[in-house]
């Protein structure tokens, strides 16, 4: 095994998740992943909020609210809108598991989401 380490030595694998909105990139370990191309969609506007805070466990009505997400002129109704932000997030994380092995990144029910905490480092 020792020989092995120094013929072979391995840089320490990355912990920091991070999210560019520049360019809509989410850098996950070694992994870069494209979350949208245009940076127009919902999956991309969901990951710059929960991005402003990654600890925190975000209400609908709280991404609702953000300017991003929101819909001009419409209030949040939690019996039809939560739909548009489990959508968001269901397809994040689907592109994730196609590029990774990681299926849960984002926890997500019908009343809130957040990034999950074993992602965080």
């Known amino acids: 095994d020792r020989f092995y380490r120094e013929i072979n030595p391995q840089k ?53 609210d953000n300017a991003l997400f929101r819909l001009p002129g419409h209030k949040y109704d939690p019996k039809n809108d939560w739909r548009k932000i489990y959508n968001a997030g269901y397809s994040t994380n689907e592109k994730i598991a196609k590029e990774t092995t990681i299926k849960d990144f984002l926890d997500i029910t019908k009343a809130s989401i957040s990034i999950n905490k074993k992602y965080l480092g």
Request: proline share 4%; no cysteine.
């Open 12 to 64: 320490p694998a990355k912990k920091e998740v991070l999210f560019y909105s520049e360019n809509s990139i989410l850098e996950f370990g070694d992994k870069k992943i494209e979350i949208s191309k245009t940076r127009n969609s919902d999956p991309h506007y969901l990951l710059t909020i929960l991005f402003g805070d990654k600890q925190k466990t975000w209400a609908y009505d709280e991404i609702w």
